[in-house]
């Protein structure tokens, strides 16, 4: 008896026959067409150990898929990498960047990061950089604050890349203005 398994080449890598005959992508969760045969089946009472035959789906497959079904109502795969609680996390976060934003909309990006420290929603080591709250607060369409001193108007701006003689508008030999 040989121990060798057959393989085959997909368009999302190497797959391969499992005991059953059935394919699989190593790591890749099974298609949202069988995941709906294993609910249906499991809805008109066929027993798991069947339904891995006739789908020639492993029988811990299914019971997983059954399992996430009757404690979620979804018959969607997880999330592929990363942690579930970092997600949160990361979420918790940014809401408290909008909350912080929303009361003071006249901090910069690093005052805001400063204010998430100070309130110890995260240390100096993993708060947010301070692009990454600019991007949050782009995102967000944040509206401009009444005062403008902190904000330069576009004339202002351009005067000031005016004066840059190393700005990408003079290496490209562009001009200004």
Known sequence: MTTDSITFNHILGQGRVNQLG??????????IHVRHAIIAMAKKGVKPCHISRQLKVSHGAVSKILNRYAETGSISPGQIGGSPRARLTVQAVEKEIIIA?????????????DVLVQKDVCTKGN?????????LIGARGSPPSSNSSHHPTPQIKKMERKRLSYSIDSILGISIG
């Open 22 to 31: 059935g394919v699989f992508i190593n790591g890749r969760p099974l298609p």
């Open 101 to 113: 934003h929303e009361e003071n909309p006249h901090l910069s990006a690093a005052e805001l990061r």
């Open 127 to 135: 708060a947010p950089t301070v692009p990454a709250i600019k991007r």
